[in-house]
């Protein structure tokens, strides 16, 4: 399907665990970002990418690792998962030639 | 830092008009955005504003004052659909439109 995915849409995990979250996009998006909205608090931003093989920290990227290995894909990896991590977790990309930001679907995770 | 403050909560009635304002305070400057998220959703574009003045799309239209750090988003007409929450979010002056969001405000539409 085109458009912006994420995977899964839903996770539960144990603290310690490892878990990735997937973000697919299929407009070749150059930009692509991750977020974590958590009540009062808004969207924040963990990581960014500019490119493949190009990313970058953002305002909150304690505990979390990215790779883009291709432009497609933008993975965000827990590496050893907290219950502070708990939240709701949104991938987004952008045309460079633009200027708005696509969201998607979202994935839940929740840390017990 | 980037404080961006916008009222946490609105209710208006269905036809009515509501704006909604966002304040913000940031070290660099390069564009203004609103985004509409539904509970559950994801958030989806609203408007874009980078000069100061209205912009108009429809029932909804965005002000922006880049002097007094001041922006609003006004929804005319209002429908039980528009309820939902209003994210205000600045892009500081980064090419990549790297986002700095305030916290969100629900509006709610009372038939």
């Known amino acids: 399907d085109a458009g912006i995915t994420q995977s899964p849409r839903y996770k539960i995990t144990e603290t310690g665990r490892q878990v990735t979250l997937m973000c697919h996009q299929t407009?070749?998006?150059?930009?692509m970002f991750w977020y974590r909205q958590d009540l009062g608090h808004g969207l924040r931003l963990i990581y960014y990418?500019?490119?493949?093989?190009?990313?970058d920290k953002g305002e909150v990227p304690d505990g979390y690792v990215v790779s883009r290995s291709k432009t497609e894909n933008f993975p965000l990896t827990l590496e050893s998962a907290t219950r502070s991590q708990t939240s709701v977790y949104f991938c987004?990309?952008?045309?460079?030639?633009?200027?708005?930001?696509?969201f998607g679907p979202g994935t839940r995770l929740t840390v017990t | 830092g980037q404080n961006i403050d916008q009222p946490t909560e609105m209710t208006a009635t269905e036809g009515a008009i509501v704006q909604i304002n966002c304040t913000y305070q940031?070290?660099?400057?390069?564009?203004l955005f609103w985004y509409q998220q539904h509970a559950g959703e994801a958030p989806t574009f609203l408007s874009y504003n980078v000069l100061d003045g209205l912009e108009e799309k429809g029932r909804f239209s965005s002000f922006l004052s880049r002097s007094k750090g001041y922006s609003y988003l006004l929804l005319k007409e209002l429908q039980m659909k528009d309820s939902a929450s209003y994210l205000c979010a600045v892009n500081r002056g980064s090419t990549l439109g790297r986002l700095y969001f305030g916290r969100g405000t629900q509006l709610t539409v009372w038939p």
């Open positions: 990418s500019a490119a493949a093989d190009i990313t």
């Open positions: 407009w070749s998006h150059s930009y």
């Open positions: 987004a990309s952008r045309d460079p030639r633009g200027d708005e930001q696509y």
């Open positions: 940031t070290s660099g400057f390069n564009g």
